[in-house]
């Protein structure tokens, strides 16, 4: 499927879909396919990240993510670029899922670091060069290296991070939830005095004005699959250094903040789930144990902050 098509960039909005389920908790293709059109069809955005955090990848087999990357092709076409995200502990399956990719038309991969990592993974940089040699062996796409949060132990070390960016010039850009806004600001500054300078997405959804004004090369997240065109709106007037603008973009954003990222955060994709309910946009909302639904009276919180928010059922567009 391989065709000739522009050379990804990694800037802009960037989000990244969910994955609906049916009440048996089977993988439902048809409503995929209409969050694919969904968010597709947005002004603005430069590309669409699937098979990610907020696909609940840890939940899904390799058959059902290559299906997604399948389905994703499908409805999107060469429209607007496919990034696939590479989450595995396993380096060799791994170099299966960015071959697979590239083979059906991918434009990018967002690579996970392995979960075992935890353990002191940070202490064997060799064991992430090994990870990623793999991948870069049976890929050419453009990586997009995912830095996690410092408080997961999984994080690239800030001389890790720039040495993996000199030894795979395929790595085109990091999706940065470091979690700490100092070692941010300096990864942007680093990154970009590189002799190969590699972008910013910032991942940084609960404080995302502040994160982009230091210089992000855009944003990568998960709360894009329901409100990307205010994170395209946002960016637009950052980039366009409109602070007044952006200052009340922001307001309108904060109370989903608040809506999807509260404690505990690993529910974060669950409730964008019924938000999608609340504003039509999805018919159900379920999600794979150990996740769970949430309970009514935060669908009620959530579906009290999209109205704040302006935000109610049948909403599409910044107004």
Same mark, same amino acid.
């Given at each position: 499927?391989?065709? @000739?098509? %522009?050379?990804?960039?990694?800037?802009?909005?960037?989000? #990244?879909?969910?994955?609906?389920?049916?009440?048996?908790? /089977? +993988?439902? @293709?048809?409503?995929?396919?209409?969050?694919?059109?969904?968010?597709?069809?947005?002004?603005?955005?430069?590309?669409? $990240?699937?098979?990610?955090?907020?696909?609940?990848?840890?939940?899904? $087999?390799?058959?059902?993510?290559?299906?997604?990357?399948?389905?994703?092709?499908?409805?999107?076409?060469?429209?607007?670029? $496919?990034?696939?995200?590479?989450?595995? &502990?396993?380096?060799? @399956?791994?170099?299966?899922?960015?071959?697979? #990719?590239?083979?059906?038309?991918?434009?990018?991969?967002?690579?996970?670091?392995?979960?075992?990592? $935890?353990?002191?993974?940070?202490?064997?940089?060799?064991?992430? =060069? @090994?990870?990623?040699?793999?991948?870069?062996?049976?890929?050419?796409?453009?990586?997009?290296?995912?830095? =996690?949060?410092?408080?997961?132990?999984?994080? =690239?070390?800030?001389?890790?991070?720039?040495?993996?960016?000199?030894?795979?010039?395929?790595?085109?850009?990091?999706? !940065?939830?470091?979690?700490?806004?100092?070692?941010?600001?300096?990864?942007?500054?680093?990154?970009?005095?590189?002799?190969?300078?590699? &972008?910013?997405?910032?991942?940084?959804?609960?404080?995302?004005?502040?994160?982009?004004?230091?210089?992000?090369?855009?944003?990568?997240?998960?709360?894009?699959?329901?409100?990307?065109?205010?994170?395209?709106?946002?960016?637009?007037?950052?980039?366009? &250094? !409109?602070?007044?603008?952006?200052?009340?973009?922001?307001?309108?954003?904060?109370?989903?903040?608040?809506?999807?990222?509260?404690?505990?955060?690993?529910?974060?994709?669950?409730?964008?789930?019924?938000?999608?309910?609340?504003?039509?946009?999805?018919?159900? /909302?379920?999600?794979?144990?150990?996740?769970?639904?949430?309970?009514?009276?935060?669908?009620?919180?959530?579906?009290?902050?999209? #109205?704040?928010?302006?935000?109610? #059922?049948?909403?599409? %567009? +910044? /107004?």
């Amino acid at each position: 499927m391989m065709s @000739e098509k %522009k050379l990804f960039v990694a800037q802009g909005v960037i989000p #990244a879909c969910l994955m609906p389920f049916s009440a048996d908790l /089977a +993988v439902d @293709e048809a409503a995929y396919r209409q969050h694919l059109g969904d968010v597709g069809s947005v002004e603005g955005i430069s590309g669409i $990240t699937i098979n990610g955090h907020a696909a609940e990848v840890h939940a899904l $087999t390799i058959e059902e993510q290559f299906r997604a990357i399948v389905v994703t092709k499908d409805v999107l076409q060469d429209r607007v670029p $496919t990034i696939v995200g590479v989450y595995t &502990n396993s380096s060799l @399956e791994a170099a299966r899922i960015a071959a697979y #990719a590239e083979r059906e038309g991918a434009d990018a991969l967002l690579v996970f670091p392995p979960d075992f990592m $935890t353990l002191g993974g940070h202490l064997r940089p060799e064991m992430i =060069y @090994e990870h990623l040699l793999r991948i870069t062996g049976s890929s050419r796409l453009p990586i997009i290296l995912f830095q =996690y949060p410092l408080a997961s132990n999984l994080a =690239y070390p800030l001389a890790t991070l720039l040495e993996l960016c000199r030894r795979f010039p395929s790595i085109v850009a990091i999706k !940065d939830q470091c979690g700490d806004g100092n070692l941010h600001e300096r990864q942007i500054r680093e990154l970009k005095a590189l002799d190969r300078p590699v &972008n910013t997405l910032t991942t940084h959804s609960a404080w995302l004005l502040g994160s982009l004004a230091l210089g992000c090369d855009g944003l990568l997240s998960g709360a894009g699959s329901v409100i990307a065109d205010l994170q395209v709106a946002l960016f637009r007037a950052v980039q366009a &250094n !409109d602070l007044k603008t952006a200052r009340a973009i922001n307001d309108r954003i904060y109370p989903t903040v608040r809506a999807f990222y509260d404690a505990p955060l690993l529910d974060m994709h669950n409730r964008m789930k019924e938000a999608l309910v609340i504003l039509g946009r999805l018919d159900e /909302a379920h999600v794979r144990p150990p996740l769970m639904k949430p309970g009514v009276a935060e669908i009620e919180k959530i579906r009290g902050l999209l #109205a704040e928010a302006g935000l109610g #059922a049948g909403y599409r %567009k +910044v /107004a």
